[in-house]
């Protein structure tokens, strides 16, 4: 998809379709919208006067062969309330129109940014949500497969604006959406095909090419470090475990290596059966996206990168599958993992935070000052917030306020939970420094205190995005699948601080 700024009125733009967002408390009479339908022959005020069209979140209404425009249709969208609209919002505006778009095979798009103050930010966040809807899940189709891509998206600003400055806010924009593209691709890949070996070498292309410097842990690196609470969690499978580093520009160094100013950790189970503790066969096709937090990582990694920052940043994936076998790790194990802590393995389906604990404490090895944890680590997260927002906890309380001040440009919901020190009975072990399982309640809350005692005093955030790496209903502005949560969200956070 090209994206582009484009200048001029909206009424001399020639397209295939011209995308304009509607909000709920305007009617015809309304400046911007008694000049739309003046051009458009009185047919605006007629569809909002009849009911036709209700400006109503994401509702849609098309008018063929406008009159009085160059576009071949006008699409009006409901952006619903002003007092409620936000950037984000405008993003997934800009999406409803690119998905509609597609629909009608409307290969050029012009999109009228509405509502936002900051033209640079409208353009960037229209930009993202154009890239996000573009996108198709369907990698292994090879029937009914139409070309549907919007080829052309053109962003008009109604406010006059610095053309050099919207136009580097579209690149940005462009850069965070193909990176959070590139996560949903990895998180929709089937786990035969994305193994924890290929997803290393799918970094190492990637990351090569936005100039990040990676290398890849194997087995016996991790063994002569005592990283057993990874390696337990891969017992069971014929994949050999990696870990793949991945540093900034400003980390790696040109030979002035420096410390971490923040660690980015992500999940990475390639495939989760559970273990010996084997899930229910319903859905558990699913467990394909269980890496979705490492992906999360990656992408945002590579977006950064891209985006030129100059913070040194060390990204930590630990990449396993979790399988039953007859060297797999049995319940009531006990390991003793990086950090010297003991742990007795009450459930191996509890295996992401096992891989995490390790890779924990090697990010404040290599010397990160602040720590950021992404992962799909528990289904009573969902059961807690649905699929509407991830759970947040920790204890880097200026990173949580800026997380949670950031979702309204993001568009990822976070929600905090407590993470006192009530809950760590929870996990204590009768035989072991703790285990890797509470009881049945605050299990989100309890997995978060076992990660705790990994990060120990470095100022630390778990996002717990179980409920949010897979979409199975659609969204006006996005198809089934992998969503990408948390790419944006991690390069917000970095920029904000």
Known sequence: MQIEHQSGEYRNVACDMLIFPVFE????????????????????????????????????????????????????????????????????????????????????????????????????????????????????????????????????????????????????????????NFARTLANEPANILTPSRFAERALEEGSRAGLALRVMER??????????????????????????VETPAAAGNGRKRKP????????????????????????EDMKADMAGGAAVLGAMVALARLGTRMPIVGLIPLVENMPGGRATKPGDVVRSFLGKTIEIINTDAEGRLIMADALYYARKMGARRILDIATLTGACVVALGHVNAGMMGTDRKAIDQLRKNCDTTGEGLWQLPICDAYRREIRSEIADMKNVGNRWAGAITAAKFLQEFTEDVPWVHLDIAGMDLDHDGRPFACKGATGFGVRTIVQLMESL
């Open 25 to 180: 408390d305007e009617t015809a009479g309304s400046p911007a919208l008694r000049s739309l339908d003046k051009a458009a022959g009185g047919m605006v005020h007629s569809a909002l006067a009849s009911k036709e069209f209700k400006p109503e979140l994401y509702n849609r209404w098309r008018l063929h062969n406008p009159g009085g425009l160059r576009a071949r249709s006008l699409l009006l969208v409901g952006a619903g309330k002003k007092t409620d609209f936000t950037p984000a919002r405008l993003r997934e505006i800009a999406g409803t129109g690119v998905r509609t778009a597609r629909s009608s095979f409307s290969g050029s798009v012009v999109f009228l940014c509405r509502g936002i103050q900051s033209p640079s930010l409208a353009a960037r966040v229209a930009a993202e949500g154009a890239l996000y809807a573009n996108y198709e899940s369907d990698l292994y189709k090879t029937r009914d497969r139409d070309e549907k891509d919007v080829k052309k998206f053109r962003i008009l600003i109604d406010r006059k604006a610095a053309g050099r400055e919207i136009e580097e806010d579209i690149r940005r924009g462009i850069e965070i959406g193909e990176a959070t």
């Open 220 to 245: 016996d690196e991790m063994e002569k470090l005592g990283m057993n609470a990874l390696l337990a969690v891969s017992r069971g499978s014929d994949e050999p475990p990696k870990m793949l580093v």
């Open 261 to 284: 100013a923040y660690g980015l950790i992500g999940k990475g189970v390639t495939f989760d059966s559970g273990g010996i503790s084997l899930k229910p066969s319903e859905k558990m």
